[in-house]
């Protein structure tokens, strides 16, 4: 990482977000890109002590506000930034042949989830679990990266239908949502800018299969097929995001590993390119996906390989810390395979009558205990810093949160990373209790510059 942008000053925002509207935000997709780059999102409210004001107390009647001491002053978390990669000065020299878009990646908490798990925000401020409050900050947190594509979390289906939809539709966003099954109340939805890509097909994922005993969990998954809407780009210009929230508990990392397997078969089968079926479009697969660096899950998307009988089901997602986790009993995960050939192969493909593609061989798939995929993935984040933080919920802060892209041997400039939205680290964590009047999720907003490179230049 190099060059770090500087911030423009707040009176910027007072003038570009006027009190008439306050959801409106400038339009910064024609401004020079140089200009863009240096922008960084200030801090969304002032802080609590100047939010709420106390009446003055008359002389003898003086008595102190029946609130908790921590109440009175919440710690401020320094402004983030956005690090620029190699590839950015490479752009600005050639960025004709390209399509530059910026991607959100956000688990927003759900307020019936925050509702039901109130322990876990006991040490919040209850002004700020409001959800009047957390609405109208989370869509000027969102409103302010002004992104061409915004991968939500927790998502509930009124406050999707009945506030974000018609709100950031007005932004011109159009959105593609879906509800996790059951008796559940939030899902995953994708918003995307209409003047800067064309939906060519979408497909929404519920992981929850009646008839497949290990999945039984209730959470989802969506993938769009874009193409931008360039006049140098072509049918041939087509990318792919992918955006899910995997199961929560560590100890079940046998059906975070299913429920992987499965999604990753989605990606391939709306990501792979017909003309040749060996070869995919570039692929962006976002969301939370309850699971550490370098735990054998996050190690399985990108080393594109996992032999999963050696582990226990509690070790899969390193959500459990080593000291804790000898001390536990936990099953080892199945040796069989944890899916139905028949419904996904072990090679992470929906099985079709006339495709006999695999990337091993016949006896290997027949192991049983070995998982495999062919997407090249890379982490916008470094995935094997347990220092950086996307998550802090009951005074724990992880890093669950990520964004992968391909870059495949045969095209490695294909899709490349421009800058990515720093992320906080643990030691800035110590006293921060979320959601708070600066964040109001108990997770980190990830995001992400590409530049796409077009096929007809």
Known sequence: MSNYNMRRPRSYYQNTLPQSNMYQTPDLHHQNDNEIDQTSPLPLLVPSFQQHSY??????????????????????????????????????????????????????????????????????????????????????????????ILCLQEMQKDHYENEFQPIL??????????????????????????????????????????????????????????????????????????????????KRGDIKLAQTQYFLAEIDRLATNHTDINSYYPIILCGDFNAQPQSPLIEFILNRYIKYDTYRCIEISGQTPDSSMKNRFSYPLPSRELLPLTFVTSDCRIPTENSNVSFHTRSEQQSSTILTHNKQFTSVYDAKDCSDVTTNSGDESKLVDFIFYTQPDDDPYRLNLLSRFDLYKQNHMIDIHMPNHQFASDHFLLGAKFALKLRNK
């Open 169 to 250: 539709k007005q932004q011109g966003y159009d959105s593609i949502y879906v509800k996790r099954t059951g008796d559940k109340y939030d899902g995953c939805c994708l918003f995307y800018r209409i003047n800067r890509l064309k939906l060519i097909q979408s497909k929404t994922v519920s992981f929850y299969q009646k008839d497949i005993r290990i999945l039984d969990k209730d959470n989802c998954g969506l993938i769009a097929l874009f193409q931008p809407l360039s006049p140098n780009a072509t049918a041939d210009d087509l990318f792919c995001v992918a955006t899910t929230h995997l199961l929560f508990s560590p």
């Open 55 to 148: 009446p003055k107390p008359t002389e003898g009647s003086y008595r102190q506000p029946s609130i908790p001491h921590h109440h009175h002053l919440e710690k401020h978390l320094p402004h983030r930034i956005w690090s620029n990669t190699i590839y950015q000065e490479y752009f600005r020299k050639d960025h004709h042949q390209h399509f530059k878009f910026h991607i959100v990646c956000y688990n927003i908490l759900a307020q019936t989830l925050l509702e039901d798990n109130s322990f876990l925000y006991q040490h919040c401020f209850k002004n700020n679990l409001k959800w009047y409050r957390r609405k109208d900050r989370l869509l000027r947190e969102l409103l302010r990266q002004d992104a061409d």
